[in-house]
């Protein structure tokens, strides 16, 4: 079993390259989920019914419902990956106490763009 490489770094600076990806729209902002690379904007988790805690926690598929599975599973998500389960794979530790996703490429679609909620 590979370990997953987490940097550290203060929530300042990552909101600051958010902002610098995306705006200073905070829907806007994009986080790429770790598990199976799905793609999702803070608005694609509030259409979804998510709690604030889930954005760039928990993968979105536990909100749209999973396309796959988190382990095991194969092909594109979105999964079922929970960052604060048994396994966490969250690459960045804001302030030393919150493991998140990366912040996806400045360019990357937004992918569940008009999901509905998980019902």
Not at 30 to 43: E, M, Y
Not at 48 to 58: E, I, K, L, T, Y
């Amino acid at each position: 079993m590979s370990t997953i490489a987490m940097r550290t770094c203060a929530s300042v600076e990552y909101y600051a390259e958010a902002e610098r990806r995306f705006g200073s729209d905070v829907m806007g902002w994009k986080f790429k989920c770790p598990v199976c690379g799905h793609v999702a904007s803070v608005a694609d988790y509030k259409n979804a019914g998510a709690p604030d805690g889930a954005v760039g926690f928990s993968c979105i598929g536990r909100y749209v419902g999973a396309k796959r599975e988190a382990f095991g599973g194969t092909g594109p998500g979105p999964c079922n990956y929970a960052g604060g389960g048994l396994f966490k794979l969250n690459p960045v530790l804001l302030d030393g106490k919150t493991a998140v996703f990366e912040l996806a490429d400045a360019d990357a679609a937004r992918h569940v763009e008009g999901a509905s909620r998980k019902g």
